[in-house]
């Protein structure tokens, strides 16, 4: 199994800047494509950002696109998602994830098989 621990949340102000890591250990890092999702108080979580297997392809959800930036570092295990530009509707507990697919492919569906237990970004305005 792999198993996930986020970091870098914290509060902001409307139009900074935050960038949060996710470390990974267990099963090989690199065999996994990631993800960030994210969950407000009283709404369903919702995909924020994925990676490929290789970090050569990217997806990110129409709310972010332009803002945020998802990288990873297969050598030091570790995901980060860059968030700029951050508005109070990011405000959230955001989750890294990873599962098993296809090299080269994205994943924004929520078919995810691991997860990490969240840091809470706060944006005030």
């Known amino acids: 199994q792999v198993q996930l621990g986020e970091s870098g949340g914290g509060l902001v102000q409307a139009g900074g800047s935050l960038r949060l890591s996710c470390a990974a250990s267990g099963r090989t890092f690199s065999g996994y494509a990631m993800g960030w999702f994210r969950q407000a108080p009283g709404k369903e979580r919702e995909f924020v950002a994925g990676?490929?297997?290789?970090?050569?392809?990217?997806v990110y959800a129409d709310s972010v696109k332009g803002r945020f930036t998802i990288s990873r570092d297969n050598a030091k295990s570790t995901l980060n998602l860059q968030m700029n530009s951050l508005k109070p509707e990011d405000t959230a507990l955001y989750y890294c994830?990873?599962?098993?697919?296809?090299?080269?492919?994205?994943?924004?569906?929520?078919?995810?098989?691991?997860w990490g237990q969240g840091t809470q970004v706060t944006v005030s305005s």
């Open positions: 994830a990873a599962r098993r697919g296809i090299y080269g492919s994205t994943y924004s569906d929520g078919n995810y098989d691991y």
């Open positions: 990676i490929s297997i290789g970090g050569r392809s990217t």
